[in-house]
């Protein structure tokens, strides 16, 4: 058998639960109430011509799905971004989760969270190019099954679009991912 | 020599090795059928390319440890060294383990200290293993999806590309049930091996996980329909766990 290394700090309970709503097949979890569109100001997405934009569209890249409401992107938008919350330096194998219980605190794992999940959204020991992949790996697994595809835009507007992925950004992509069909390829890499 | 003593004292490091509840039965030898004990069996296949992965799984707490997490070990992987029988295209493995309700947790990449390189966050299965009772998962197949992988199981559920994975390349997983010509070593009474009776889980939350995914649908059992977890047996959407 291969031992697990188990520090002192990992065998306080550990429990990870969501303030997410329990009710049946609830992606949307918690009610989610997006902001006043006429509100938002979105960056300038008219589509790019640049080549080199496009060439790495597979790093900066917003989401698109034809015929999604405002209401409908933003409630998805909000729902996969539960799925970003990590907990800085702790990617060892956990000994202890909880399952279908009451949520308990934990040394280390706060039960506030700007997404409305238990977990501290820390990368502090990743930054730049990893989190940025980190993070949109994780909305390309949540986001893509339910039809969004990815379309390339300029590192200026995506930072604009994600704004650090603030619970402010959910709104603004959510916006964008309910405009027009941009006339370009989606990004498939 | 107490200045000795007090010194190496001194240099253990906090960190502790903890003992596995899992137990990798690696010799026909060695298998004895306990009866305050389950076992689940499973192979694995790697074809070319294929990296060595191993299957990590959560026992579901019973209710009177609730109060006690923390002093249990619920999530394991399985040691990808320990098999049982190892041919030239797969390896099977039978693990002695607390009787329970299991979920396929996640995955994590063999050798070294275990991570949860992925957790099947977004949908997975789960399956009961009976005291003195042998539970065959069939296959644990598993593969990095930044590309499209070999094996048929996992092909539609990978070729994501670069910007799939960040600190580490996204892993896909499933399992292919037991089927009656599935192969299952002699030396063990085939009157104690039940096929994992599997169940559709839906979503959960693990922020330790490395990166997250779903497990590739399992045809009869599990399905997605636009991200929600589907359990194909009665065609409704399973809710999210927690």
Same mark, same amino acid.
């Given at each position: 058998?291969?031992?697990?290394?188990?520090?002192?700090?990992?065998?306080?309970?550990?429990?990870?639960?969501?303030?997410?709503?329990?009710?049946?097949?609830?992606?949307?979890?918690?009610?989610?109430?997006?902001?006043?569109?006429?509100?938002?100001?979105?960056?300038?997405?008219?589509?790019?011509?640049?080549?080199?934009?496009?060439?790495?569209?597979?790093?900066?890249?917003?989401?698109?799905?034809?015929?999604?409401?405002?209401?409908?992107?933003?409630?998805?938008?909000?729902?996969?971004?539960?799925?970003?919350?990590?907990?800085?330096?702790?990617?060892?194998?956990?000994?202890?989760?909880?399952?279908?219980?009451?949520?308990?605190? +934990?040394?280390? %794992?706060?039960? $506030?969270?700007?997404? &409305?999940?238990?977990?501290?959204? /820390?990368?502090?020991?990743?930054?730049? *190019?990893?989190?940025?992949?980190?993070?949109?790996?994780?909305?390309?697994?949540?986001?893509?099954?339910?039809?969004?595809?990815?379309?390339?835009? +300029?590192?200026? %507007?995506?930072? $604009?679009?994600?704004? &650090?992925?603030?619970?402010?950004? /959910?709104?603004?992509?959510?916006?964008? *991912?309910?405009?027009?069909?941009?006339?370009?390829?989606?990004?498939?890499? | 020599?107490?200045?000795?003593?007090?010194?190496?004292?001194?240099?253990?490091?906090?960190?502790?090795?903890?003992?596995?509840?899992?137990?990798?039965?690696?010799?026909?030898?060695?298998?004895?059928?306990?009866?305050?004990?389950?076992?689940?069996?499973?192979?694995?296949?790697?074809?070319?390319?294929?990296?060595?992965?191993?299957?990590?799984?959560?026992?579901?707490?019973?209710?009177?440890?609730?109060?006690?997490?923390?002093?249990?070990?619920?999530?394991?992987?399985?040691?990808?060294?320990?098999?049982?029988?190892?041919?030239?295209?797969?390896?099977?493995?039978?693990?002695?383990?607390?009787?329970?309700?299991?979920?396929?947790?996640?995955?994590?990449?063999?050798?070294?200290?275990?991570?949860?390189?992925?957790?099947?966050?977004?949908?997975?299965?789960?399956?009961?293993?009976?005291?003195?009772?042998?539970?065959?998962?069939?296959?644990?197949?598993?593969?990095?999806?930044?590309?499209?992988?070999?094996?048929?199981?996992?092909?539609?559920?990978?070729?994501?590309?670069?910007?799939?994975?960040?600190?580490?390349?996204?892993?896909?997983?499933?399992?292919?049930?037991?089927?009656?010509?599935?192969?299952?070593?002699?030396?063990?009474?085939?009157?104690?091996?039940?096929?994992?009776?599997?169940?559709?889980?839906?979503?959960?939350?693990?922020?330790?996980?490395?990166?997250?995914?779903?497990?590739?649908?399992?045809?009869?059992?599990?399905?997605?329909?636009?991200?929600?977890?589907?359990?194909?047996?009665?065609?409704?959407?399973?809710?999210?766990?927690?």
């Amino acid at each position: 058998m291969r031992k697990r290394l188990t520090t002192v700090a990992m065998l306080v309970p550990l429990a990870v639960a969501a303030t997410a709503s329990t009710t049946a097949n609830s992606q949307q979890s918690q009610a989610a109430s997006p902001p006043d569109p006429s509100s938002l100001e979105l960056p300038d997405m008219t589509p790019t011509t640049s080549s080199s934009v496009i060439r790495n569209g597979w790093k900066y890249f917003y989401f698109h799905k034809e015929g999604v409401t405002y209401q409908e992107a933003f409630e998805d938008f909000h729902d996969c971004y539960q799925f970003l919350a990590t907990v800085s330096g702790r990617s060892e194998l956990p000994m202890s989760v909880s399952w279908n219980s009451e949520p308990e605190t +934990s040394e280390g %794992i706060s039960t $506030q969270s700007p997404y &409305g999940v238990v977990g501290q959204v /820390i990368l502090g020991f990743v930054s730049g *190019a990893m989190e940025r992949r980190n993070r949109q790996s994780r909305l390309r697994r949540c986001l893509e099954p339910r039809g969004y595809v990815r379309y390339p835009i +300029s590192r200026d %507007i995506w930072r $604009q679009l994600t704004d &650090g992925y603030s619970t402010d950004a /959910i709104a603004l992509q959510a916006l964008a *991912a309910s405009g027009p069909t941009p006339n370009l390829e989606p990004v498939i890499r | 020599m107490k200045a000795t003593l007090c010194l190496f004292l001194l240099l253990i490091p906090a960190a502790l090795y903890a003992q596995s509840s899992f137990v990798e039965i690696e010799s026909l030898e060695d298998v004895t059928i306990r009866d305050d004990r389950a076992y689940i069996m499973f192979r694995t296949v790697r074809p070319r390319g294929v990296p060595s992965i191993e299957p990590v799984f959560l026992r579901i707490p019973r209710p009177g440890e609730l109060g006690r997490l923390g002093d249990i070990e619920n999530v394991q992987s399985v040691d990808a060294s320990g098999s049982l029988v190892e041919l030239s295209s797969e390896r099977l493995y039978l693990v002695e383990v607390p009787p329970g309700d299991y979920v396929l947790y996640g995955a994590t990449y063999a050798g070294g200290t275990p991570h949860l390189y992925v957790c099947m966050c977004l949908g997975t299965v789960g399956f009961a293993a009976a005291v003195g009772e042998i539970t065959d998962m069939g296959y644990f197949l598993a593969d990095r999806v930044h590309e499209t992988s070999v094996i048929p199981e996992l092909a539609p559920e990978s070729g994501f590309g670069p910007s799939s994975y960040g600190m580490t390349i996204l892993l896909g997983a499933t399992v292919r049930p037991a089927r009656t010509d599935t192969h299952f070593p002699a030396g063990i009474d085939p009157g104690l091996i039940n096929p994992a009776n599997y169940s559709a889980i839906g979503r959960f939350f693990e922020p330790r996980a490395l990166a997250i995914n779903r497990l590739a649908p399992v045809p009869g059992i599990l399905d997605y329909e636009l991200g929600r977890v589907i359990d194909v047996s009665s065609g409704q959407p399973v809710p999210d766990v927690r």
